[in-house]
């Protein structure tokens, strides 16, 4: 179980958040992205179990299709919303914002659906039996993931609407102003036999001041303190991933981002003493997370003065 003490805040942090330092532990280098090539394993030949606090650069389905069945507690991702589909990336007169334009978030419906399906099932394979999965998403993508996991009859635990008090003005001014994301949150079984998931409910009322957690989270969009190492057009703040952290895992669980982006679950992870692992195709922001989670680390972990 995770301790109060694992969390105990300290003034300079903002309410809910983790504070980082820990001077128990010496410094550990992070390890440097492995690269994971096109699938290799031979036929019928056993999986394998990945390497904890490792992010491995490659394909998500490829990678996990080489990983050993149950071997994760939790799985927390933030897959492609498919937000660029159909257009190029839009921006506003009054801010250096632009939405999302990436290649890596371009699918037509019916590639998006296949995609969606192909690496839920190797996800719901590698995470344990009743084991957490939070995915987050948009209207945009959220509609036919939870259709998908409704075909694969996993249990649906919550919906949290994720609002974002400093969202970016919306730039058609043709529909209200998009503040809010959604994390869908699946227990890794049936409906009927789902039981026993983590939720360190205690833990979740003391962050809500005593009262019982609502599944409606008002949390700024990431801090610029938060990118200083380089961007990713769809980063999470620490002050989220943290709080799903705290719900729904342990210390000394084995926690996987399956699209690891800038690697804000696996600073998360690393903070709270999760064994994390990380699966991002993209070299630039394999890169980003291991400055992230390394100069935390080394920051962290120095000696106060």
């Not at 699938?39 to 904890?52: E, M, Q, V």
């Not at 919306?170 to 939720?199: D, G, H, P, Y």
């Amino acid at each position: 179980m995770v301790t109060m003490v694992a969390f105990k805040q300290r003034k300079e942090w903002q309410p809910g958040e983790v504070d980082p330092l820990d001077l128990t532990k010496s410094y550990e280098p992070v390890a440097e992205p492995v690269r994971q090539g096109r699938l290799t394993r031979a036929p019928g030949a056993d999986k394998i179990a990945p390497l904890p606090n490792q992010l491995y650069q490659g394909d998500t389905v490829e990678t996990l299709n080489q990983w050993e069945d149950k071997y994760f507690h939790a799985t927390i991702t933030d897959p492609p919303y498919n937000i660029a589909r159909d257009r190029k990336g839009l921006s506003w007169a009054f801010s250096s914002h632009v939405t999302i334009e990436n290649e890596w978030d371009r699918y037509s419906s019916p590639e998006y659906e296949v995609f969606t399906a192909a690496w839920l099932k190797e996800v719901c394979r590698v995470t344990k039996e009743n084991g957490n999965i939070f995915i987050f998403g948009s209207y945009h993508n959220i509609y036919t993931i939870g259709a998908i996991a409704a075909r694969m009859d996993l249990r649906v635990i919550n919906s949290i609407i994720w609002t974002k008090p400093n969202a970016q003005p919306n730039i058609t001014c043709r529909m209200l102003t998009e503040s809010t994301e959604q994390i869908l949150w699946l227990c890794n079984n049936t409906n009927k036999k789902a039981k026993n998931w983590t939720f360190n409910y205690d833990i979740m009322k003391q962050l809500n001041g005593g009262k019982q957690m609502r599944n409606y989270w008002e949390i700024p969009l990431t801090p610029q303190r938060e990118r200083v190492h380089g961007k990713h057009p769809s980063q999470k703040p620490l002050k989220l991933m943290e709080r799903l952290m705290l719900c729904g895992t342990n210390q000394g669980d084995r926690v996987l981002d399956c699209f690891a982006g800038s690697g804000s679950t696996l600073l998360a992870a690393d903070r709270l003493d999760r064994k994390w692992v990380g699966i991002e195709r993209d070299t630039e922001y394999c890169a980003i997370s291991h400055r992230r989670i390394d100069d935390e680390r080394r920051q962290r972990r120095l000696p106060l003065r």
